[in-house]
């Protein structure tokens, strides 16, 4: 995936290793506030090449995660933009960029669980049972502290369309 520049003095760019802090950073801060789940320093080295950044001037200001489920499915994770940076379309420039990206490995749907599913809908996502998504539901929502009392909404794209 290529560095796309959306704005002037930003930045989107895969993440590296030294980015770990400032998206642990962001993603909790927002968990702490019950608008994402929390995430942990060591899970987010472990998956740190399915991220996204979006810099500022060497801040990191935004993330967002691909993860690759299945042959045919994805799904969104830690979706971030820092307070500072929201309303400037960067949370849907990182969804785009990580639509594309399961478009170019050739996957065929993409989801997110999610506390904002507005959101989502504003790009394209429909609301799904989470029924329909047993592989997340069978490997990771078993592990979390939420489980199975969890009020996060699936929403989900066909990237055909």
């Not at 379309?89 to 904002?116: P, W, Y």
Request: contains cysteine; charged residues 25%.
């Amino acid at each position: 995936m290529s560095e796309t520049q959306p704005q002037s003095g930003l930045l989107i760019r895969k993440a590296v290793i030294k980015d770990v802090p400032w998206i642990h950073k962001l993603v909790n801060h927002f968990a702490g506030n019950r608008r994402m789940l929390s995430r942990s320093r060591s899970e987010i080295y472990e998956s740190v090449r399915d991220y996204f950044v979006v810099e500022d001037g060497g801040e990191i200001v935004g993330s967002a995660a691909l993860h690759i489920f299945w042959e045919d499915l994805a799904e969104v994770r830690a979706l971030t933009v820092a307070e500072s940076h929201q309303g400037h379309g960067l949370g849907l420039k990182l969804l785009d960029t990580c639509c594309s990206e399961a478009r170019l490995m050739g996957v065929r749907r993409i989801f997110a669980l999610t506390f904002c599913p507005a959101f989502f809908q504003r790009a394209g996502f429909q609301p799904s049972p989470k029924s329909e998504l047993p592989h997340k539901i069978w490997t990771d929502c078993l592990r979390c502290p939420l489980f199975p009392d969890c009020d996060e909404e699936a929403v989900i794209k066909d990237l055909a369309e």
